[in-house]
């Protein structure tokens, strides 16, 4: 397979058929947190985005240049925590200072981003496909769009579920994740086209 078929591979996979949040149900929280406005949905998007892309590069050099010279392989999860963790200050305090706004409407999902499982599987999944570092960035990157097109999707179904009237046993987080699970099984019919396509 030629380079350039593989990353349209990783791309059409990390947005469609392996996404973090409707294929592979991680980085829940944020997800059904942030989808009620389209505005926090948009924020919260770019933020997880950039997070997961910086964090992808990051991690892969640590990893490549740091850690497996030292034979410090086993340490791959808390090194890239803490990594993780460090992107997402820097965004909360760019946000804070230039995007208030936005940062005072994301609230405490903001740094939920840290403990988003979605950012930390897409930096183990690059060291666990043996990915080179444009690979590492394109899947850190299209995973991230991929979480953004899921979590605008769903905000879509959520401002339709607000007129909609379901039983009384329903309402709330029931319809929602109800609504969630429907959502997450339009993309089941994704599979199988990406070996097709690019294989």
């Not at 469609?16 to 389209?38: A, D, H, M, R, W």
């Not at 497996?68 to 200072?97: C, D, H, N, R, W």
Request: glycine share 8%; net charge negative.
């Amino acid at each position: 397979m030629s380079e350039v078929s593989k990353l349209l591979l990783i791309t059409f996979s990390m947005i469609f058929t392996e996404n973090y949040v409707l294929v592979q149900f991680l980085g829940i929280c944020p997800f059904l947190g942030v989808s009620k406005e389209f505005d926090s949905c948009l924020g919260m998007s770019g933020a997880v985005i950039f997070v997961m892309t910086l964090a992808s590069a990051v991690t892969w050099l640590v990893y490549t240049f740091l850690m497996v010279p030292l034979g410090l392989e086993y340490m791959s999860t808390i090194i890239f925590i803490l990594v993780i963790a460090a992107l997402v200050q820097f965004v909360e305090i760019v946000l804070k200072k230039f995007i208030r706004p936005l940062y005072e409407s994301l609230g405490v999902y903001l740094p939920l981003i840290t403990t988003n499982c979605a950012v930390l599987a897409v930096t183990l999944l690059n060291i666990e496909e043996h990915y080179n570092f444009i690979e590492s960035v394109v899947d850190g990157l299209t995973a991230g769009i991929g979480f953004g097109l899921a979590l605008i999707l769903f905000c879509g179904v959520r401002k339709a579920l607000e007129r909609a009237k379901p039983p009384k046993p329903f309402e709330g987080l029931p319809i929602t994740l109800v609504a969630a699970a429907l959502t997450s099984m339009t993309f089941m019919g994704f599979v199988g086209i990406a070996d097709r396509l690019f294989g």
